[in-house]
């Protein structure tokens, strides 16, 4: 067994730790781990000092030689600014995604100063470039957004502080400048107002100019919807969809108003601009939509009717016919009735019609035809089903005609991308336009998009409003004596826009926005344009308000086209049968010409003939809200009473420097001035000539 030794104690004594000592550890530890802490709140604390407060609001993100863009944090939102003196042109609010604090953006371009270019939380790629301008005066910024992922909606809003607001669409009751308009958000297309009140159209250009010298002009092939609200924004918005459509625009900035839309806005078309056949200018047209049940009482009542012109001494006019005048005297009014014999086709396309050759007519005609027509029966027959907007069958090549509502009646639409329909169509246009002898040919109806307003996905080659410019380069084959009703890309045709309907009051849907009107449908390009007839014509009954009446004589006496739905002999007392003679010779020797005259520049440069008073002056405030006065050309101001009741008003004469002679006392007026009431009876109108 082994001996067991004593353990050996060790020289080194064994130590043993003060607990004092150890205590004084543990303190020290616990203040060092404290003062950690606090180092590192105060780190952080810092670091959020800097991001929110010390970390400057706005950075600057692009610069070009007389602007820039500024970043600006918080809102979130791009601010075009001159970079002389950091004046805000245009501010644009950021509204693509949920609000949240943005970080101190960064350029992903690296060194490129033109391009500036940004990843938005893995949502959407922003790129800005810098553009040259059409001129050295101004500059262009293009802006794109592209969704990174599906269901991603882009909106972009455009501030109305400090600014004025033109262009778009043209609305029910339209307002100068856009700014006190209220929009829902939708689709920024040509609507049927008198279906869709509350869209948009008939003239739509998507352009838009501020009072500040800054345009944004959308890319015109990619969707977008707008809404506008009153004093605040207007807001630009890609359909949020699988698809992921960009938004696109280009923002350019010029030294002033006028400039910006001279350098900008007149060159929307590329196209050569053609003149319309203006001999209508000189014609007061007269609607004569009385109802008849058959071309010899259609014959008759247009003859009368025309005697009575003459024995008023208003002989030398254009009649206009309605689509259903136009189908009785062309012996196709069974296109309205379930089915005719052959017969009876034949005798109504043998009919003399020497009653009415001798007149100046205009027929009216739609890209619709009811089901129950021997036209669209025998279109069925010879199979020809796709000269008709269709659904096409999944399985075969069978094609169903869309149905459609027009006018009461079951009908379907021209295909216009089908090049043997447009041929079949204009044929027929063509040869009922010879047989009749008519002067000129309106075109109504192709407003709308039939396939979205049936909640059905148009074909890409029908997407918005690709109808109505396909079919206003159709009716601009016949000739220069076609009107249209709705026009987008199209200012640049030889046509004459019919302008929307209005109602028989003082509202802004009625007389009160005639002028509006027409300078919204001049600043798009569209000079040559019809308006509704004296007194409006949505009321379907002659007009007996003698006041209204005249008042509106007053305003279309000054435009392109005077036009009669009630006849002066019905509303009103022979005095005034005796004023329209006078204002209708007064249009004939005075406006025409003047119209003749400023259309050289329109053909040149693009120049809007009926002018805001801010053409004259650019830099002048008072003159960005006048609705209520316009010029022709640079040289003559109408300031037109239109309130009901007053004989007197304030009148603004634009221009600083220039001087405005009365042509009613001769009385001479400078520019840049108020005249505070100006005393105007029943049977004026103000009048100023540029005197210098």
């Known amino acids: 067994m082994p001996h067991a030794r004593p353990r050996t104690q060790s020289p080194i004594p ?26 590192f709140f105060v780190m952080t604390i810092g670091i959020i000092y800097w991001q929110v407060v010390d970390q400057p609001n706005k950075n600057w993100i ?126 920024f297309v040509i609507s049927n107002l008198p279906q869709n009140p509350s869209g948009y159209g008939p003239v739509l250009e998507k352009y838009f100019l501020g009072s500040t010298g800054v345009t944004v002009t959308v890319a015109p092939d990619i969707p977008i919807s707008l809404s506008v609200e009153s004093n605040k924004h207007f807001c630009l918005e890609s359909p949020s969809s699988i698809d992921m459509v960009p938004l696109q625009y280009m923002v350019c900035i010029s030294p002033n108003l006028t400039s910006a839309h001279q350098e900008v806005g007149s060159q929307l078309s590329e196209q050569e601009r053609r003149l319309p ?6 014609f007061p047209v007269w609607r004569h939509f009385k109802a008849a049940d058959s071309a010899a009482k259609t014959e008759r009542g247009l003859r009368s009717f025309y005697n009575r012109l003459k024995r008023h001494n208003l002989g030398d006019g254009l009649i206009a016919l309605s689509e259903h005048s136009t189908m009785l005297l062309s012996g196709e009014d069974q296109m309205h009735l379930p089915m005719a014999s052959r017969k009876m086709r034949a005798l109504r396309h043998t009919r003399d019609l020497s009653l009415i050759t001798s007149l100046k007519f205009s027929i009216t005609l739609t890209p619709y035809t009811s089901i129950n027509s021997q036209l669209f029966l025998m279109s069925l027959q010879e199979g020809k089903e796709n000269y008709w907007l269709s659904l096409q069958s ?69 997407e918005g409003d690709k109808y109505i410019s396909i079919f206003a380069l159709m009716a601009a084959t016949l000739g220069n004596s076609t009107i249209i009703s ?45 308006p509704d007839a004296v007194g409006g014509t949505l009321a379907n009954e002659f007009l007996t308000e003698e006041e209204l009446y005249i008042r509106w004589l007053q305003i279309v006496t000054f435009l392109p086209v005077m036009s009669f739905s009630t006849p002066p002999w019905v509303c009103c007392d022979d005095w005034v049968l005796n004023l ?4 209708i010779r007064r249009h004939q020797d005075f406006v025409v010409p003047l119209i003749i005259k400023f259309s050289k520049e329109w053909l040149s440069w693009g120049y809007p003939i009926f002018r805001p008073l801010w053409w004259v002056s650019p830099n002048d405030p008072v003159t960005f809200t006048v609705d209520d006065e316009f010029l022709i050309g640079d040289e003559v101001l109408i300031a037109p009473i239109t309130e009901p009741g007053c004989v007197q008003r304030d009148i603004y004469l634009p221009g600083e420097g220039h001087t405005w002679m009365d042509t009613n006392t001769a009385q001479v007026f400078d520019g840049g001035t108020f005249i505070r009431n100006y005393s105007v009876s029943l049977t004026e109108v103000p009048v100023f000539v540029k005197a210098s």
């Open 14 to 39: 064994e130590v043993t730790w003060d607990s004092g000592l150890k205590e004084m550890n543990e303190t020290w530890k616990g203040a060092i781990a404290c003062l950690g802490v606090a180092v």
């Open 62 to 187: 692009l610069r070009g030689s007389i602007s820039g863009l500024v970043w600006e944090r918080r809102s979130p939102s791009l601010i075009l600014q001159t970079l002389s003196e950091e004046k805000t042109l245009v501010e644009i609010t950021v509204g693509n995604f949920p609000d949240m604090e943005q970080p101190f953006v960064k350029n992903l371009c690296w060194l490129n100063k033109t391009e500036f270019c940004y990843t938005w939380d893995a949502m959407a790629d922003l790129a800005i470039s810098l553009e040259p301008g059409p001129s050295i005066s101004t500059e262009c910024y293009s802006i794109s957004w592209t969704p990174l992922r599906c269901k991603v909606t882009l909106k972009d809003c455009f501030s109305m502080t400090n600014v004025s607001w033109y262009g778009g669409a043209s609305i029910k009751a339209q307002r100068w400048p856009l700014n006190t308009v209220n929009t829902k958000s939708q689709s």
């Open 277 to 282: 056949n203006t001999d209508i200018l000189g």
């Open 394 to 462: 999944k399985f075969d090549s069978h094609a169903t005609p869309l149905l459609i509502k027009w006018k009461g009646q079951f009908s379907v639409q021209l295909n216009v991308t089908n090049d043997a329909a447009r041929s079949w169509y204009l044929d027929r246009v063509s040869l009922l336009w010879q047989r009749l002898g008519a002067q000129y040919i309106t075109f109504e109806g192709a407003e709308g998009n039939t396939f979205t307003e049936q909640a059905i996905q148009p074909p890409s080659d029908l």
């Open 486 to 530: 709705a026009g987008t890309r199209s200012n640049h045709l030889p046509l004459f826009i019919q302008m929307t309907p209005l109602q028989s009051d003082w509202s802004y849907a009625g007389l009160k926005g005639i002028i509006p009107s027409v300078l919204h449908y001049s600043l798009l390009g569209y000079n040559f344009f019809i």
């Open 580 to 583: 329209t003679r006078q204002y």
